[in-house]
């Protein structure tokens, strides 16, 4: 009787042991098993599997329709897997949304709306606290925060419209900051800006990464593999490599064609 | 215009049709801001033109016109709504087949109804004279539940018309949201109807808001001033057109666009000097940092 009874409450110990183990750093924030989808007889990804750990900052390259976006939009479950499954922060990923923070490759509004930077950015405070009437005195604290985070506080007052492409990322960015997420997804966040503000943009997201998981959609490979931690490779499928992996043969693979690698040291 | 205000003091007709122009220029401002920014005036468009089916069915069955046309406004805007949500690749030419087809119904009803042929053109042109004082309270309750739906959702609305996208992550029913800003533009449609006729309503529901629009960028202010232009083009028009007799609701639009037209130009020349005027400026505080780079390379002495 005696060792039994000695045995049970180490047993348990080891379980919730190796439970607190996986759920600090090394469970995965975002899980893809398997997945498929494509739009009417066009397969845009096929058996992909990803997992991304917490604090990950996780580059996600490929040729342009290689469906690196469309995987975005499914982890946002803005589209529906078609097989396989998604699992964000442990659970669908409708209901993991709010957690997410997300900046659009392009700006999905248009650029005349009459609208402050202030505005803009407040709309990342929707979904949290009452959902009726004007938003509160700490979300406009919460918004002068995240401006200020991004360097772009002085910004705020300033129409939508009139900002320059760099300064806009910085504003999407704060919008995406100020609700509070968890993993922040952007799809191609420096496609249109030029390359010393693309330099600050992920030296703000390497910043960003202490508290944050990330996963950055990027078709420059060379340029990114200088910040993230790994980079996943996409066209179809999904090839998984560190860093140092990136070469000529791997480009080659993926854009069945010769690229030029250009060596560059951060 | 003394003449008009002379006869203002005299006939009980034109205070109540001054005060049915001040209503319905309420949910012009208000949903018309939403109708611009959104881009949804074909939309509208179509929901307007196919009340005249519901319109038609009310009088055929011995109902309250008014009434037929706010269920039809409801059930028209629902069906466009969820057109565009279902059939977005054919969004145009639906939308233009259920304007056409609700106009159509609403013309054979009007057809069928015995004993009944006159007031066919205040329905597509209105008649802001012959507004019934117990219409008032109709009116000034729908811009009362206008009204208090947007101050209780103005982020949800805002949050929809500015990014859909964006708005369904951060868990806004975007769907519930963008039939329920058609159901508005629906009601909307109906306090018009009294004062220009449908035909007409889409100018009343996008010229104040646009012109409002040339001149400030927040969607709060462009709600009041589109309000009060609407107050202003109403009654204006009602003045102008009281002396020579002309029917009111052409006046009003025509008034409406006559400034709309003046503010685009005026809007369009002040962007220009604006821009010139940057253009002229000596080089900006933020650029003298590229100029101590070049600077010492720059003059070869």
Known sequence: MSPTLHQAPSQSLSQSLSQAGSGSLSQPVIAVENLGFSYGDNPVLVGVDLVIAAGEFLGLVGPNAGGKSTLLKLILGLLAPQTGRIRVLGRPPREARRQLGYVPQYPTFPRDFPISVEQVVLMG????????????????????????????????????????????????????????????????????????????????LARLNARLTILVVSHDIAFISGYVKRVACLNRTLICHRTEAVDGDLLHRLYHADVRAVAHGH | MSEFITALTDHAFLRTALLAGLLASIGCGVIGTYVVVKRIAFLAGGIAHSVLGGMGAALYF??????????????????????????????????????????????????????????????LFGNILLVPQRDLWLMAGLDLALVLTVALFYRQFLAVSFDEEFARLRGVPVTFFYLLLLCLVA???????????????????????????????????????????????????????????????????????????????????????????????????????????????????
């Not at chain 1, 979300?139 to 985070?149: C, I, M």
């Not at chain 1, 990322?169 to 503000?197: C, F, H, K, S, W």
């Open chain 1, 125 to 204: 405070r929707l979904g949290l606290g009452s959902q009726l009437g004007w938003y509160r005195p700490a979300d406009r604290v919460a918004v002068r925060a995240a401006l200020a985070e991004v360097e772009a506080l002085d910004l705020a007052p300033r129409r939508i419209g009139t900002l320059s492409g760099g300064q806009l990322q910085r504003v999407l960015l704060a919008r995406a900051l100020v609700g509070e997420p968890r993993i922040l997804i952007l799809d191609e966040p420096t496609a249109n800006i030029d390359q010393r503000v693309e330099g600050d943009i992920f030296e703000l």
């Open chain 2, 62 to 123: 011995g109902f309250d016109p008014l009434l037929g046309a706010l269920i039809a406004a409801l059930v028209s805007a629902l069906i466009i709504g969820g057109v565009r949500l279902a059939w977005s690749a054919q969004e145009d030419t639906l939308v233009g087949a259920l304007w056409a087809i609700g106009m159509a119904v609403g013309i054979l009803f009007i057809a069928k109804t015995p004993g009944y042929s006159t007031d066919l053109m205040s329905y």
């Open chain 2, 187 to 301: 009601v909307t449609v109906v306090l018009l109807i009294q004062v220009v006729g449908l035909i007409l309503v889409i100018a009343l529901l996008t010229l104040p808001a646009a012109v409002a629009g040339h001149y400030v960028h927040s969607l709060g202010g462009m709600m009041v001033i589109a309000t009060l232009l609407g107050i202003g083009f109403t009654s204006g028009g009602l003045a102008l057109s009281y002396t020579p007799d002309l029917p009111a609701g052409p006046t009003i639009i025509l008034l409406a666009g006559a400034v709309y037209v003046a503010s685009a130009v005026l809007s369009g020349l002040l962007t220009r000097r604006r821009a010139r005027r940057l253009a002229q400026r000596p080089v900006p505080a933020a650029m003298p940092a590229v100029g101590g780079i070049l600077g010492p390379a720059g003059p070869n002495p």
